[in-house]
C-alpha cells in the first residue's frame, strides 16, 4: 500500500467511527446494550460464514480461469484476490482500485500480467452480467415496494440501473459490433476537439483505443468458451447470493422471525447498486443511509434497526478491508505452469 492509500484507509476508519457515532446520538446506551445480550449468534455466525463463503466462491472463479491458461494456481493465491479487491475497493472512489490491485496480487504471485489482466477482463464482464440479471429481478419485486414508499430513493435505484446496463451494452457493443464501436469512439473524440484540441484528448483516445482492442480480442476467446462461460457465472451467481442474504441472518440474529428471505435479499441488490453510485470510498454515508430507510420497514425499533446497519456494515465493508489487509501481507504461492 502507498502512503496515500494508508491515509485514505484511516480517514474511512475515522468517518465510520464518526457515522457510527451519529447513528447512535438517539439511542440509549441500556437499550444497545439489551439487544446485544439477546443477540442469537447463531444466526450472525452464519452470515459471517455467508460472506467468507462469498469471497471463496469469488477465488474459485479465478482458479478456474486460470486453469483455463493451463497454470495450477494455488488455492492460497486465489484467495487473495477477492481479499485484496475488498480493500482497495473499500478505499477507492467507486471501486475503482479494486481491478489494479487483483492485477497486482496476480503478478506477485507468478501470473503474467497479459494472461492476468485476460483473466480480469473475463471476470469482470461475467460479474457485471450477473449484477445486472439480479438488479432487473429486484426491480421487478421490489421497486413498486419503495416507489411507493421512498420515491427519492428510487430514483437512485434507476440511475445505478441504467450505469450498469450501459457497461454490459458497451461491453456487447465492443464484442458483436468491434467495428461500429471503433467507429463511434473516434467520432467522439473528434466532436470533443472541436471544443478542446490537446495532448491530454489523443492519450485518452489512445488509452481508450488500446482497451477496446483488448478486450474484443479476449471477447473472441469468450464466445469461444461458452461452457466455461457458464459455469463461472453460474459461481458468479451462486457468490452474489450468499452476499446478497447477509442482511437476512443479520435480521434473524436480533429477533426479526417473520421477514421474508425474498423480500430482504431483493432490497439488499437494490441498496448495493445505489452505493455504487456514491463517490466516498465504500459509498459511506450513503449505505447507512439506504440501509436505515430500506430496513425500517422490517425493524420498529430504533435501536435494533442502528445495530442491524452497523452489523451489516462490518460485515460487508469493515471485514473485507480487515481480511484485505491481513491478505497483503502474506506471501503468496507461486503457480506451477
Known sequence: MTSRNKIVLILMLLFGLAITAFSLRDISFNSLIRDLAT????????????????????????????????????????????LVEQLFNGITPFSSGGQPAQLFALVQAGVDAGQATSVLLMKFVVYQSMIVVNFIVALFIGFHFLASKMHALSLFFL?????????????????????????????????????????????????????INNFYQESLRLKRDGRLLMKIGIITLIQLMFYYIVPYFILLSLGEQHVSLLLVTTFHILIVMVISLFPIPGGSGGAEYSFSTIFSSFITNSSKLVLAMLLWRLLTYYLGILLGMIALVVRPKKIKQ
Request: net charge positive.
Open 39 to 82: 443477540l442469537k449468534w447463531g444466526w450472525l455466525v452464519a452470515a459471517v460464514f455467508s460472506m467468507l463463503i462469498s469471497y471463496f466462491l469469488e477465488a474459485i472463479v479465478v482458479k478456474v480461469l486460470l486453469r483455463r491458461e493451463t497454470m495450477d494456481f494455488p488455492l492460497q493465491s486465489a484467495l487473495r484476490i477477492p
Open 159 to 211: 440511475f445505478g440501473f441504467l450505469i450498469h446496463f450501459a457497461v454490459i451494452i458497451g461491453l456487447l457493443l465492443v464484442m458483436y459490433w468491434y467495428s461500429f464501436t471503433r467507429k463511434s469512439v473516434k467520432l467522439l473524440f473528434k466532436l470533443l476537439r472541436l471544443f478542446r484540441n490537446s495532448s491530454k484528448i489523443d492519450r485518452w483516445e489512445e488509452i481508450l483505443d488500446e482497451k
